[in-house]
């Protein structure tokens, strides 16, 4: 059985962050989506939200 590699959160953004500039080449695009889900948390004016690309014509 192999062994479990442990990988901090840190670690895995850092692998995401070089695997996505090394695809895209630092290009920047515009990304079309609706957002689904929406909160703001005052304390720190942050605002999550939550996307998604539907179906052309639909609402799925």
Same mark, same amino acid.
């Not at 989506?33 to 052309?56: C, D, F, G, Q, R």
């Given at each position: 059985?192999?062994a479990t590699a442990i990988l901090k959160?840190?670690?895995?953004?850092?692998?995401?962050?070089?695997?996505?500039?090394? =695809?895209?080449?630092?290009?920047?695009?515009?990304?079309?989506?609706?957002?689904?889900?929406?909160?703001?948390?005052?304390? =720190?004016?942050?605002?999550?939200?939550?996307?998604?690309?539907?179906?052309?014509?639909?609402?799925?």
């Amino acid at each position: 059985m192999p062994a479990t590699a442990i990988l901090k959160l840190s670690g895995l953004a850092s692998q995401v962050e070089q695997v996505i500039n090394k =695809t895209f080449n630092n290009l920047q695009f515009w990304v079309i989506a609706e957002v689904t889900n929406h909160s703001h948390k005052v304390a =720190t004016n942050y605002h999550y939200m939550e996307l998604v690309e539907k179906a052309p014509g639909s609402d799925k």
